[in-house]
Each structure stands twice: as structure tokens, then as C-alpha cells.
């Protein structure tokens, strides 16, 4: 999922140069906030999982606020990612608390990785509000990754999304904003 509007809008194939965040857990870019070299695509596995990430703040899908729309793709190419489902984070120094715990933490970290590790494309973590569904957060290195074409795309304001913006707030006891 991916904003068309809004302070930071983008595409569904391009990378947020933008960053640090401070809502973003993963982002690699170097402090202070502002436009770098550095770029991140968050993903999921399960589209649900998009949903539970995106809205977490408000609790709230907001179909048509920064114009948010949904793509599914299949990479072009394999990535390699850095799998913090494993016992890598406690090897590392830290722990699974990475995952879920406090997000400026979780930057650095992932600030180090990216440094120490060129061989990475992005990271592989479970999803701390979808039942540690995977989710993934690639670094610019994996631009060659995305495909020409996506397999889907929508605007969350269409409403043949409806029926899926309907279950997602069943599951995580979101509201939705028409």
C-alpha cells in the first residue's frame, strides 16, 4: 500500500527517498528527515497484513486521505533479506523486541544493517500487528527488483476493494472512513 498524496507522495514502483520517518520502524536513512539517496518499499506477504500496518495509528482505514492505493507484485528478481524472524537479532546484540519495540531502536538498527551488510537488500521481519505475519522492508539495492507491471492495483477508494477493506476492519477492529 502505498500513498499518491499527501507530504510524502509516491508511486507504487518507487522507493521513499524521504527519512527518516519517525512513524517508519525500518527506515535506513541517515538523520536528519529529508530527501537522500537512500530509499524504502514496506511490504507484506498478506494483503490483511498492509492494512493492520498502514492504519495502526488511527485505527481507522481512510480510503481517500493521501489517496492511498493497493498493489500486489511479484518481485522480477530474488532478494536477499536479512531474516529477523531468526535468531539473528539476539546474535546480533538484540532481540525479537526489534520487531515490535521502539521504532528510533529499530531505525538504527537498521541504519547498522544496511551500512555493515551491502549485500542486503532489505529485511524480513514478522508483522507486530498482524500476528507476526512476514512482512518486509527493502532498501534501495532491491530496485531492480520490482517488476514493470504490478498484478494489482486500486485505489482503496474503489469499491470493488470494499468486500477486502470490510474483513480487514473485522480483524483488527478498525473503523473505516468512506
Same mark, same amino acid.
Given at each position: 500500500?502505498?500513498?499518491?498524496?499527501?507530504?510524502?507522495?509516491?508511486?507504487?514502483?518507487?522507493?521513499?527517498?524521504?527519512?527518516?520517518?519517525p512513524?517508519m520502524?525500518?527506515?535506513?536513512?541517515?538523520?536528519?528527515?529529508?530527501?537522500?539517496?537512500?530509499?524504502?518499499?514496506?511490504?507484506?506477504?498478506?494483503?490483511?497484513?498492509?492494512?493492520?500496518?498502514?492504519?495502526?495509528?488511527?485505527?481507522?482505514i481512510?480510503?481517500?486521505r493521501?489517496r492511498?492505493?493497493?498493489?500486489?507484485?511479484?518481485?522480477?528478481?530474488?532478494?536477499?533479506?536479512?531474516?529477523?524472524t531468526?535468531?539473528?537479532?539476539?546474535?546480533?546484540?538484540?532481540?525479537?523486541?526489534v520487531?515490535?519495540?521502539?521504532?528510533?531502536?529499530?531505525r538504527?538498527?537498521?541504519l547498522?544493517?544496511?551500512?555493515?551488510?551491502?549485500?542486503?537488500?532489505?529485511?524480513y521481519y514478522?508483522?507486530?500487528?498482524?500476528?507476526?505475519? #512476514? @512482512?518486509?522492508? +527493502?532498501?534501495? &539495492? *532491491? =530496485?531492480?527488483?520490482? #517488476? @514493470?507491471?504490478? +498484478?494489482?492495483? &486500486? *485505489? =482503496?477508494?474503489?469499491?470493488?476493494?470494499?468486500?477486502?477493506?470490510?474483513? *480487514?476492519?473485522?480483524?483488527?477492529?478498525?473503523?473505516?472512513?468512506?
Amino acid at each position: 500500500m502505498y500513498y499518491r498524496g499527501g507530504a510524502h507522495p509516491t508511486a507504487w514502483n518507487r522507493f521513499r527517498h524521504w527519512g527518516p520517518a519517525p512513524n517508519m520502524r525500518f527506515d535506513h536513512h541517515s538523520p536528519p528527515a529529508r530527501t537522500q539517496v537512500r530509499g524504502t518499499v514496506y511490504g507484506a506477504l498478506r494483503v490483511y497484513t498492509c492494512f493492520a500496518e498502514v492504519f495502526q495509528e488511527t485505527r481507522t482505514i481512510e480510503r481517500s486521505r493521501n489517496r492511498p492505493w493497493l498493489v500486489g507484485l511479484k518481485l522480477a528478481r530474488a532478494v536477499s533479506l536479512l531474516d529477523l524472524t531468526s535468531t539473528w537479532p539476539t546474535k546480533a546484540g538484540t532481540s525479537m523486541v526489534v520487531n515490535s519495540g521502539r521504532r528510533d531502536r529499530a531505525r538504527a538498527w537498521s541504519l547498522r544493517i544496511y551500512e555493515d551488510y551491502p549485500m542486503i537488500d532489505g529485511l524480513y521481519y514478522p508483522s507486530s500487528m498482524d500476528s507476526n505475519q #512476514p @512482512a518486509v522492508a +527493502l532498501y534501495e &539495492r *532491491a =530496485l531492480g527488483a520490482l #517488476p @514493470a507491471r504490478p +498484478l494489482f492495483h &486500486r *485505489a =482503496l477508494a474503489d469499491p470493488a476493494l470494499n468486500s477486502a477493506i470490510v474483513k *480487514a476492519a473485522l480483524l483488527f477492529n478498525y473503523g473505516v472512513d468512506p
